[in-house]
């Protein structure tokens, strides 16, 4: 399943940024969502989930109250809402969906959080 990524780029910490992640998949087609990072050098890690019709989300402790997951189904897309970042924010992030007991990933964007 084709993913593709938009919206990272760098800001200062504080700041906010949104990731956007469109599936090609028909709009009826049931498939649960999320977001993962990695730092070079670091094994990639969970960063948030969402259900298809976005009633379950969950989220990794380090960014709770911080980052908001939310998914429109008619556009096949879920975003990212990153709010306040951090310096320790900055890595590649990829979306990642699941369908049918497999799952994809997305090529990656950047997201770099100066301080």
């Known amino acids: 399943v084709p993913l593709v990524e938009s919206g990272g780029g760098s800001v200062q910490a504080g700041g906010s940024l949104r990731l956007s992640c469109a599936a090609s998949?028909?709009?009826?087609?049931?498939?649960?969502m999320g977001w993962w990072r990695q730092i070079p050098g670091k094994e990639r890690e969970f960063v948030a989930a969402?259900?298809?019709?976005?009633?379950?989300?969950d989220y990794a402790n380090s960014v709770k109250g911080r980052f908001t997951i939310s998914r429109d189904n008619a556009k096949s897309t879920v975003y990212l809402q990153m709010n306040s970042l951090k310096p320790e924010d900055t890595a590649v992030y990829y979306c990642r969906l699941f369908l049918d007991g497999s799952a994809w990933w997305g090529q990656g964007t950047q997201v770099t959080v100066s301080s």
């Open positions: 998949l028909r709009t009826s087609t049931r498939y649960a």
């Open positions: 969402i259900s298809y019709k976005g009633g379950q989300t």
